[in-house]
């Protein structure tokens, strides 16, 4: 990936605390396919792992602000 590129993936994965080998896999099949799946497993699997019992409310708002970060990343870079 390019420096910028890189440095805001970084940006992004630190911000939201995902699993940086996983995220940078999932950002390159974006980039390649041009789509972000924000639906199934693919994108729960980045996240931070949460408490079985703790508020599904904030996993899910979580995972709809990561998905719209990773949208925003993949539309910004895939024209390069």
């Known amino acids: 990936m390019g420096v910028r590129r890189d440095q805001e993936l970084n940006q992004l994965i630190e911000e939201e ?3 940086r080998d996983l995220t940078y896999s999932f950002v390159e099949e974006a980039l390649r396919t041009g789509v972000v799946p924000t639906s ?3 994108m729960t699997k980045l996240l931070p792992t949460t408490s079985r019992f703790g508020r599904q ?4 708002e979580v995972r ?3 998905g719209e970060k990773l ?3 993949v539309d910004c870079f895939s024209m390069f």
């Open 17 to 19: 605390k995902l699993k």
């Open 40 to 42: 199934g497993t693919a």
């Open 57 to 60: 409310a904030n996993h899910d």
């Open 64 to 66: 709809a602000r990561v």
């Open 71 to 73: 949208t925003a990343f």
